[in-house]
């Protein structure tokens, strides 16, 4: 159990070529941890205890690297012609037990573990299916879903990705307003890479 009382799980996708940043994404080096190591550790210290990592480019360097780390690697095989919706898909299929997830990509490390609390303490007190985070109107990561939303994403077949199949919700998704810059920013090209290191001096 999560400590808002339903079961979460969290899912990293983590499973791309990284081919924009020109460098394998979760080793990047942030205060001499990889990237994948914030994000685990966003979750986690949130209150998160399961936590699924979608691996593709470089699976087996991965699956090594996070045996110590007590996250459970799921595979995506056709990493070089799919998207993070796929990856998505993979993690959902395989699934069970869980109320409600956390859809994190890789390259956003540094979400304050208190913004990851405020998600789930929010979608517990207004029944909403879907909560998206926000930084001065922004909509960030990572979005809280329920589970009553799988069968649709599972079954989606269509363009746009997971914000389209989200669309279907819009009457029953709120966005929660956050003081949490980092809910913005990612890793996906070097110049993303820097702005994300100053602010890591910035705050930690």
């Known amino acids: 159990m999560d400590l808002s009382g339903k079961k979460t ?3 990293i996708v983590a499973a791309g070529l990284s081919s924009r940043m020109g460098d394998f994404k979760p080793f990047l080096e942030l205060g001499g941890r990889k990237l994948i190591e914030w994000t685990i550790g966003s979750l986690r210290k949130g209150g998160i205890r399961d936590i699924f990592v979608v691996v ?3 699976a087996d360097e991965m ?3 996070l045996g110590a780390l007590n996250v459970n690697c799921v595979l995506n095989e056709s990493y070089q012609s799919t998207h993070m919706l796929d990856s998505l898909k993979i993690c959902l299929s395989r699934l069970e037990g869980f109320e409600q997830f956390f859809l994190l990509p890789c390259d956003i490390p540094l979400v304050n573990p208190c913004s990851i609390k405020a ?3 929010y ?3 207004t029944g909403s299916m879907v909560v998206i985070p926000a930084y001065k109107g922004a909509k960030g990561h990572p979005p809280l ?5 799988r069968d649709d994403i599972l079954n989606y077949t269509g363009e746009g990705g997971l914000k389209q199949i989200l669309k279907m919700y819009s009457k029953q998704t709120s966005i929660l307003e956050l ?3 980092a809910v913005l920013m990612d890793a996906d090209t070097p110049e993303d890479f820097e702005k994300l290191k100053e602010y890591f001096r910035s705050v930690l």
């Open 56 to 58: 593709g480019y470089r």
């Open 63 to 65: 699956i090594n690297f």
């Open 179 to 181: 003081p949490d810059p």
């Open 123 to 125: 979608k517990r007190n």
């Open 9 to 11: 799980a969290g899912i």
């Open 145 to 149: 879903i329920d589970m009553k939303c």
């Open 119 to 121: 998600l789930m303490d």
